[in-house]
């Protein structure tokens, strides 16, 4: 955190003393007359925005989930009364498009319009315009979208709110050093001299603006980071996996939530922990995408599983028992053909296995994982035993995650692994790329299996099976 700026904005007056202060005040009155209440982390946010006010900051970052209401605390409340508190000062705010920006800064005009009496201020007579305006007391008031212009105009207070469009911009190096250049260059050029700036935003990348400030200067940032399911040490207190808001969006639907978005969009706009888009171990991109199965002939096809029997309910997340499919060709190239994923009790894993095996057929050797102790042998026993008439074969797991999935991981990278085009395609690509440090690691234990029982096994084998395909 820098050193706090030891006067006040230039051209301050004195602040009105009849408003409610702190910010919590402030915002109790306008919210309550609405009938909302303060949610506990709105209170730590205005906290930090108190901070900022008094001179203790001159940075803040805010990062929260969508839809925590971080913009209508730090982009409509905060910036009426800061000018009550800091009359004569200058303020610009700037969002990802010049639209977002001006429906801010209307909402603001609109309060100070409502509560002029107790702000001790108005907007000056004449000013009609939304973007930008001068109030009573000497205060300026500019609004307008990142890399638009604010050449010739400074201030005391800058406010960037959401300046990410979306996905394609967040995933664009030329946008991220475009939005980059404006903040250096244009922004903080524009600040007085004391000035202080609140970044806002909604993580989407590890190379977004808030990444590129904690990197070059993270001691100069107060960050206030909310994820929207409580990790360690959370600023809240908040018991591990609690929701953030959950009178507004509870565990079990930010868990759904978790589900339809996956892995990785989930981490960064919602946990605010932006992940790198090729992943710890696998490269992704180099997976090629096929329209339909090629042909097999020549080459081994097999079914691995990775095998668990706890049913989801509640707020438990349990393992997914997957079957995954591969094709090794005669060529080199693996081909990942189809995977059978849910999360179900012991008997419909059992079903599970009967039939794909079935739908399979004969030709396609299945694996099966045996886990250390008596108790693995037994289950293996008892699913070969069910899947008599068919393939099986059994392996012992040795050696960590990583170590197995090493593998298949340089076969990628080499270009010989495809995918047939399908419904399971994305839950699987954001599983190989968040592993090793993804929620979950099914599908990468059953490809990893999978790759593994189909290079081991003898020539022979692999000629004998491949006249049956056709049966």
Known sequence: MSPAPSRSPEGARS??????????????????AEGFTVARHHSLLMARLDALSDGDIDRLMVLMPPGSAKSTYCSVLFPAWWLARHPASSIITASHTADLAKHFAHRTRSLIGEHAALLGYRLA???????????????????????GPIAGRRADLAIIDDPVRGLVDAESLRQRNHLWDWYCSDLVTRLKP???????????????????LLE??????????LP???ETDDPLGR??????????????????????????????????????????????ARIAVLDGPPDATGG?????????????????????????????????RCVVLDIVRQRTTALEVEQALLRAARE????????LPEDPGQAGKSQVGTYMRKLAGFPVQSTRESGSKWIRALPVAAQIEAGNFAMVRAAWNYEFIEELRDFPHGRKDDQVDALAGAFKLAVEQPAPLRRLAIPLLSR
């Open 15 to 32: 602040p009105n003393a009849a408003l409610p202060a702190p910010l919590s005040a402030w915002a109790a009155h306008v919210l309550g």
């Open 125 to 147: 007579d004449g000013e009609r315009a939304v973007a930008h305006w001068s109030t009573t007391t000497g205060g300026q008031f500019y609004a307008t979208g990142v890399r």
């Open 194 to 212: 004391g000035g202080r700036v609140v970044l806002v935003m909604t993580r989407w990348h590890q190379d977004d603006l808030a990444g590129r």
């Open 216 to 225: 070059r200067g993270r001691a100069e940032w107060s960050v206030l980071r």
């Open 228 to 230: 929207a399911l409580a």
């Open 239 to 284: 018991k591990l996996g609690e929701a953030l808001w959950p009178e507004w969006e509870d565990e079990r639907a930010l868990l759904r939530k978790r589900d339809e978005l996956g892995e990785r969009a989930w981490t960064a706009l919602f946990q605010q922990s932006p992940r790198s888009g090729q992943g710890g171990l696998f490269k992704v």
């Open 300 to 332: 081994m096809i097999v079914r691995a599983w990775d095998l668990a029997a706890t049913e989801a309910t509640g707020r438990n997340d349990p393992d997914h028992t997957v079957g995954l499919k591969l094709l090794c060709e005669a060529g080199g």
């Open 360 to 367: 399979d057929g004969r030709a396609v050797l299945i694996g």
